[in-house]
């Protein structure tokens, strides 16, 4: 198989997965995104294996690229970065600062 064989048949197999994607799922997700946001909701993404880098990729998207003009972030953690913030409120911990500069939290008395 040579090059531009091998190229092309990647490209229409992608094209027939991308064909089969549920657009209404998308769209819901979308929407969820949308309400979270205008609410000021966290949302909270996570993980196992190879799907954890793409929660974590997916927090960095939402949180640096996806600011509407003269908006605010989406307020987004992964698990994979930030575990802490996830299992926190767990044990019921109050929030302080660190000096490095990352939100740390404190177990409340």
Known sequence: MTDVTEITSFLDETKRLLERLDTSAIATAKNILIDAYHRKA??????????ASTAQHFACDLAKYVIPEGGRPFDVRSAVRQPIHMIAPAVQCSRRTHTDGVGGLKIAD
């Open 42 to 51: 966290r949302i909270y993404l996570m993980g196992n294996g190879g799907s």
